[in-house]
């Protein structure tokens, strides 16, 4: 949907005459996902197990965008759903190859899953995106086109509000907790263009130098099959006190694997596949054993995430069905014998519309 307003430029603003020359057009669009889901969840203790069968409303955002002039242009992300504003920035495209934008962005990093994960498009997700630290933050980033796409972020630092930070500096997770704004997180990204094929390379490191994440990861697309596969590292350091008393990086590494695909057949029918893994390695005192099991009802390490799908893909984007069955399965302590572990699964039926326009 487009609209075209004129500008009033005679509000003394101060604004430069090629934006107050040029009028502006808007586009407003929007995604939408329903879904009826029935869920065998096992993830419990055998008295609390449960199945159900809900109807859920996993997304509706509203999207605005326009243009002030040819050059500098106005994006807008509103969850309806949520009443949130997501995401806005401003984008000035200096040339054709090189791009400028400051706002409140979705950062580019955990690869091509975070990148073409949405509401609209992805019915399945894996648990490794609920770990990213820099999922929609202030940033500045610049982009360079050149045999692929070059892009180097400035953000709004990582700061772990999880547990409060005392007057002395004590408390905080985050090594940001006290000068959130002192050193800003920097990401940047490679995707190469080799034709069909598109390598991705990303790196960030973040809450004030201590801890970093990288994604490697590869795009296959073609008129009928869309498929990725990547790996991402985040190592994420805590604010801890060591046997010496002094302030020192509390290791946790988190790693994640994730693989997608898509076939256009004739008729309109798309298959998909999904399948990832979360694995934790968290920090452990000296001495002490590390915790490799999840937690009762939760899937929080060694996730394992699989699923298979059906798009009817008749109507294009606007109107998207689909139908999924996705198991999730992890390792939990034994109930009778906490020495040993057993693996719990959950088991959702999906149906469902997702939509974009």
Sequence with gaps: ???????????????????????????IGGEYQLALIHTDDGLNLEAKQTKETDFAIRAAKIALRGKLSDQISWN???????????????????SDNFDVAIGQQKIKVYGWHRRLSSSAVSPVRGAVLDYNPLKDK??????????????????????DTSTTCQADG???????????QKQPAV?????????EIQPLVQFA???????????????YKTDTLDTYVDFTQDTRNEKG????????????????????????LEGGYTPFWHISTLGVDQYTAPGQKQRQTNENGKLDDNEQTAALGLWFDLWGTYYRPYVA????????????????????TKLDVLTGITGKF
């Design 325 to 344: 069955v996705a198991r999730y399965a992890g390792d939990y302590a034994d109930p009778e014998d906490a020495s040993k572990t057993e693996q719990r």
């Design 205 to 219: 490191n973040y809450d004030r130098g201590n801890s970093s994440t990288a994604s490697a990861g590869v795009r």
């Design 1 to 27: 949907m487009k609209t075209t307003f004129s500008w009033i430029c005679t509000l003394g603003l101060g604004l430069a005459a090629p934006i107050c020359a040029a009028p502006a057009e808007v586009e």
């Design 76 to 94: 807008v992300l509103f969850m309806a759903d949520k009443s949130e504003l997501e995401r806005y920035w401003l984008t000035n495209k200096v």
């Design 187 to 195: 990401a940047f990204e490679w995707i190469g263009a080799f034709g």
């Design 170 to 180: 004590t408390g905080c997770k985050s090594w940001n907790g006290k000068d959130v």
């Design 241 to 264: 006190v060591g046997a010496s008393g002094k302030a020192e990086d509390l290791k946790n590494t988190i790693t994640g694997l994730a693989i997608y695909g898509e076939w256009k």
């Design 138 to 159: 202030m940033a500045v980033d610049l982009t360079y086109k050149l045999a692929g796409t070059f892009s180097l972020s400035f953000i709004k630092d990582y700061f």
